[in-house]
């Protein structure tokens, strides 16, 4: 999941807080792991993924059990805004 207008446009707090707030990630932290896995696919009908089994585990434990707060959604849904970076109405960061 990636915080995109398709993501957030329609969205409701409930759905921002979980399983937006758990699972997903901002763009450039997706394209980072994305990139060189795709880079390095050669051939038809390969897959990369972002949200592997081993990732969804460890943030449902971080939030679930450790308490993590998510670092893009606050606890009323809000989307949480970096000092500096621009927005669109719905929440999105804007990338450039």
């Known amino acids: 999941m990636v915080f995109t207008d398709l993501l957030l446009n329609d969205s ?8 937006f707030g758990v699972l997903a990630a901002q763009p450039p932290e997706v394209a980072q792991d994305l990139v060189p896995k795709i880079l390095a696919t050669s051939g038809n009908g390969q897959k990369v ?4 089994t081993d990732r ?22 809000n989307v949480i805004k970096v000092p500096g970076a621009q927005y669109l109405d719905n929440g999105v960061r804007v990338q450039y």
């Open 12 to 19: 409701t707090p409930k759905l921002r807080k979980f399983p």
């Open 49 to 52: 993924e972002f949200l592997t």
């Open 56 to 77: 969804i585990l460890t943030k449902f434990f971080e939030r679930f059990v450790q308490g993590k707060k998510s670092e893009y959604i606050d606890d009323n849904g």
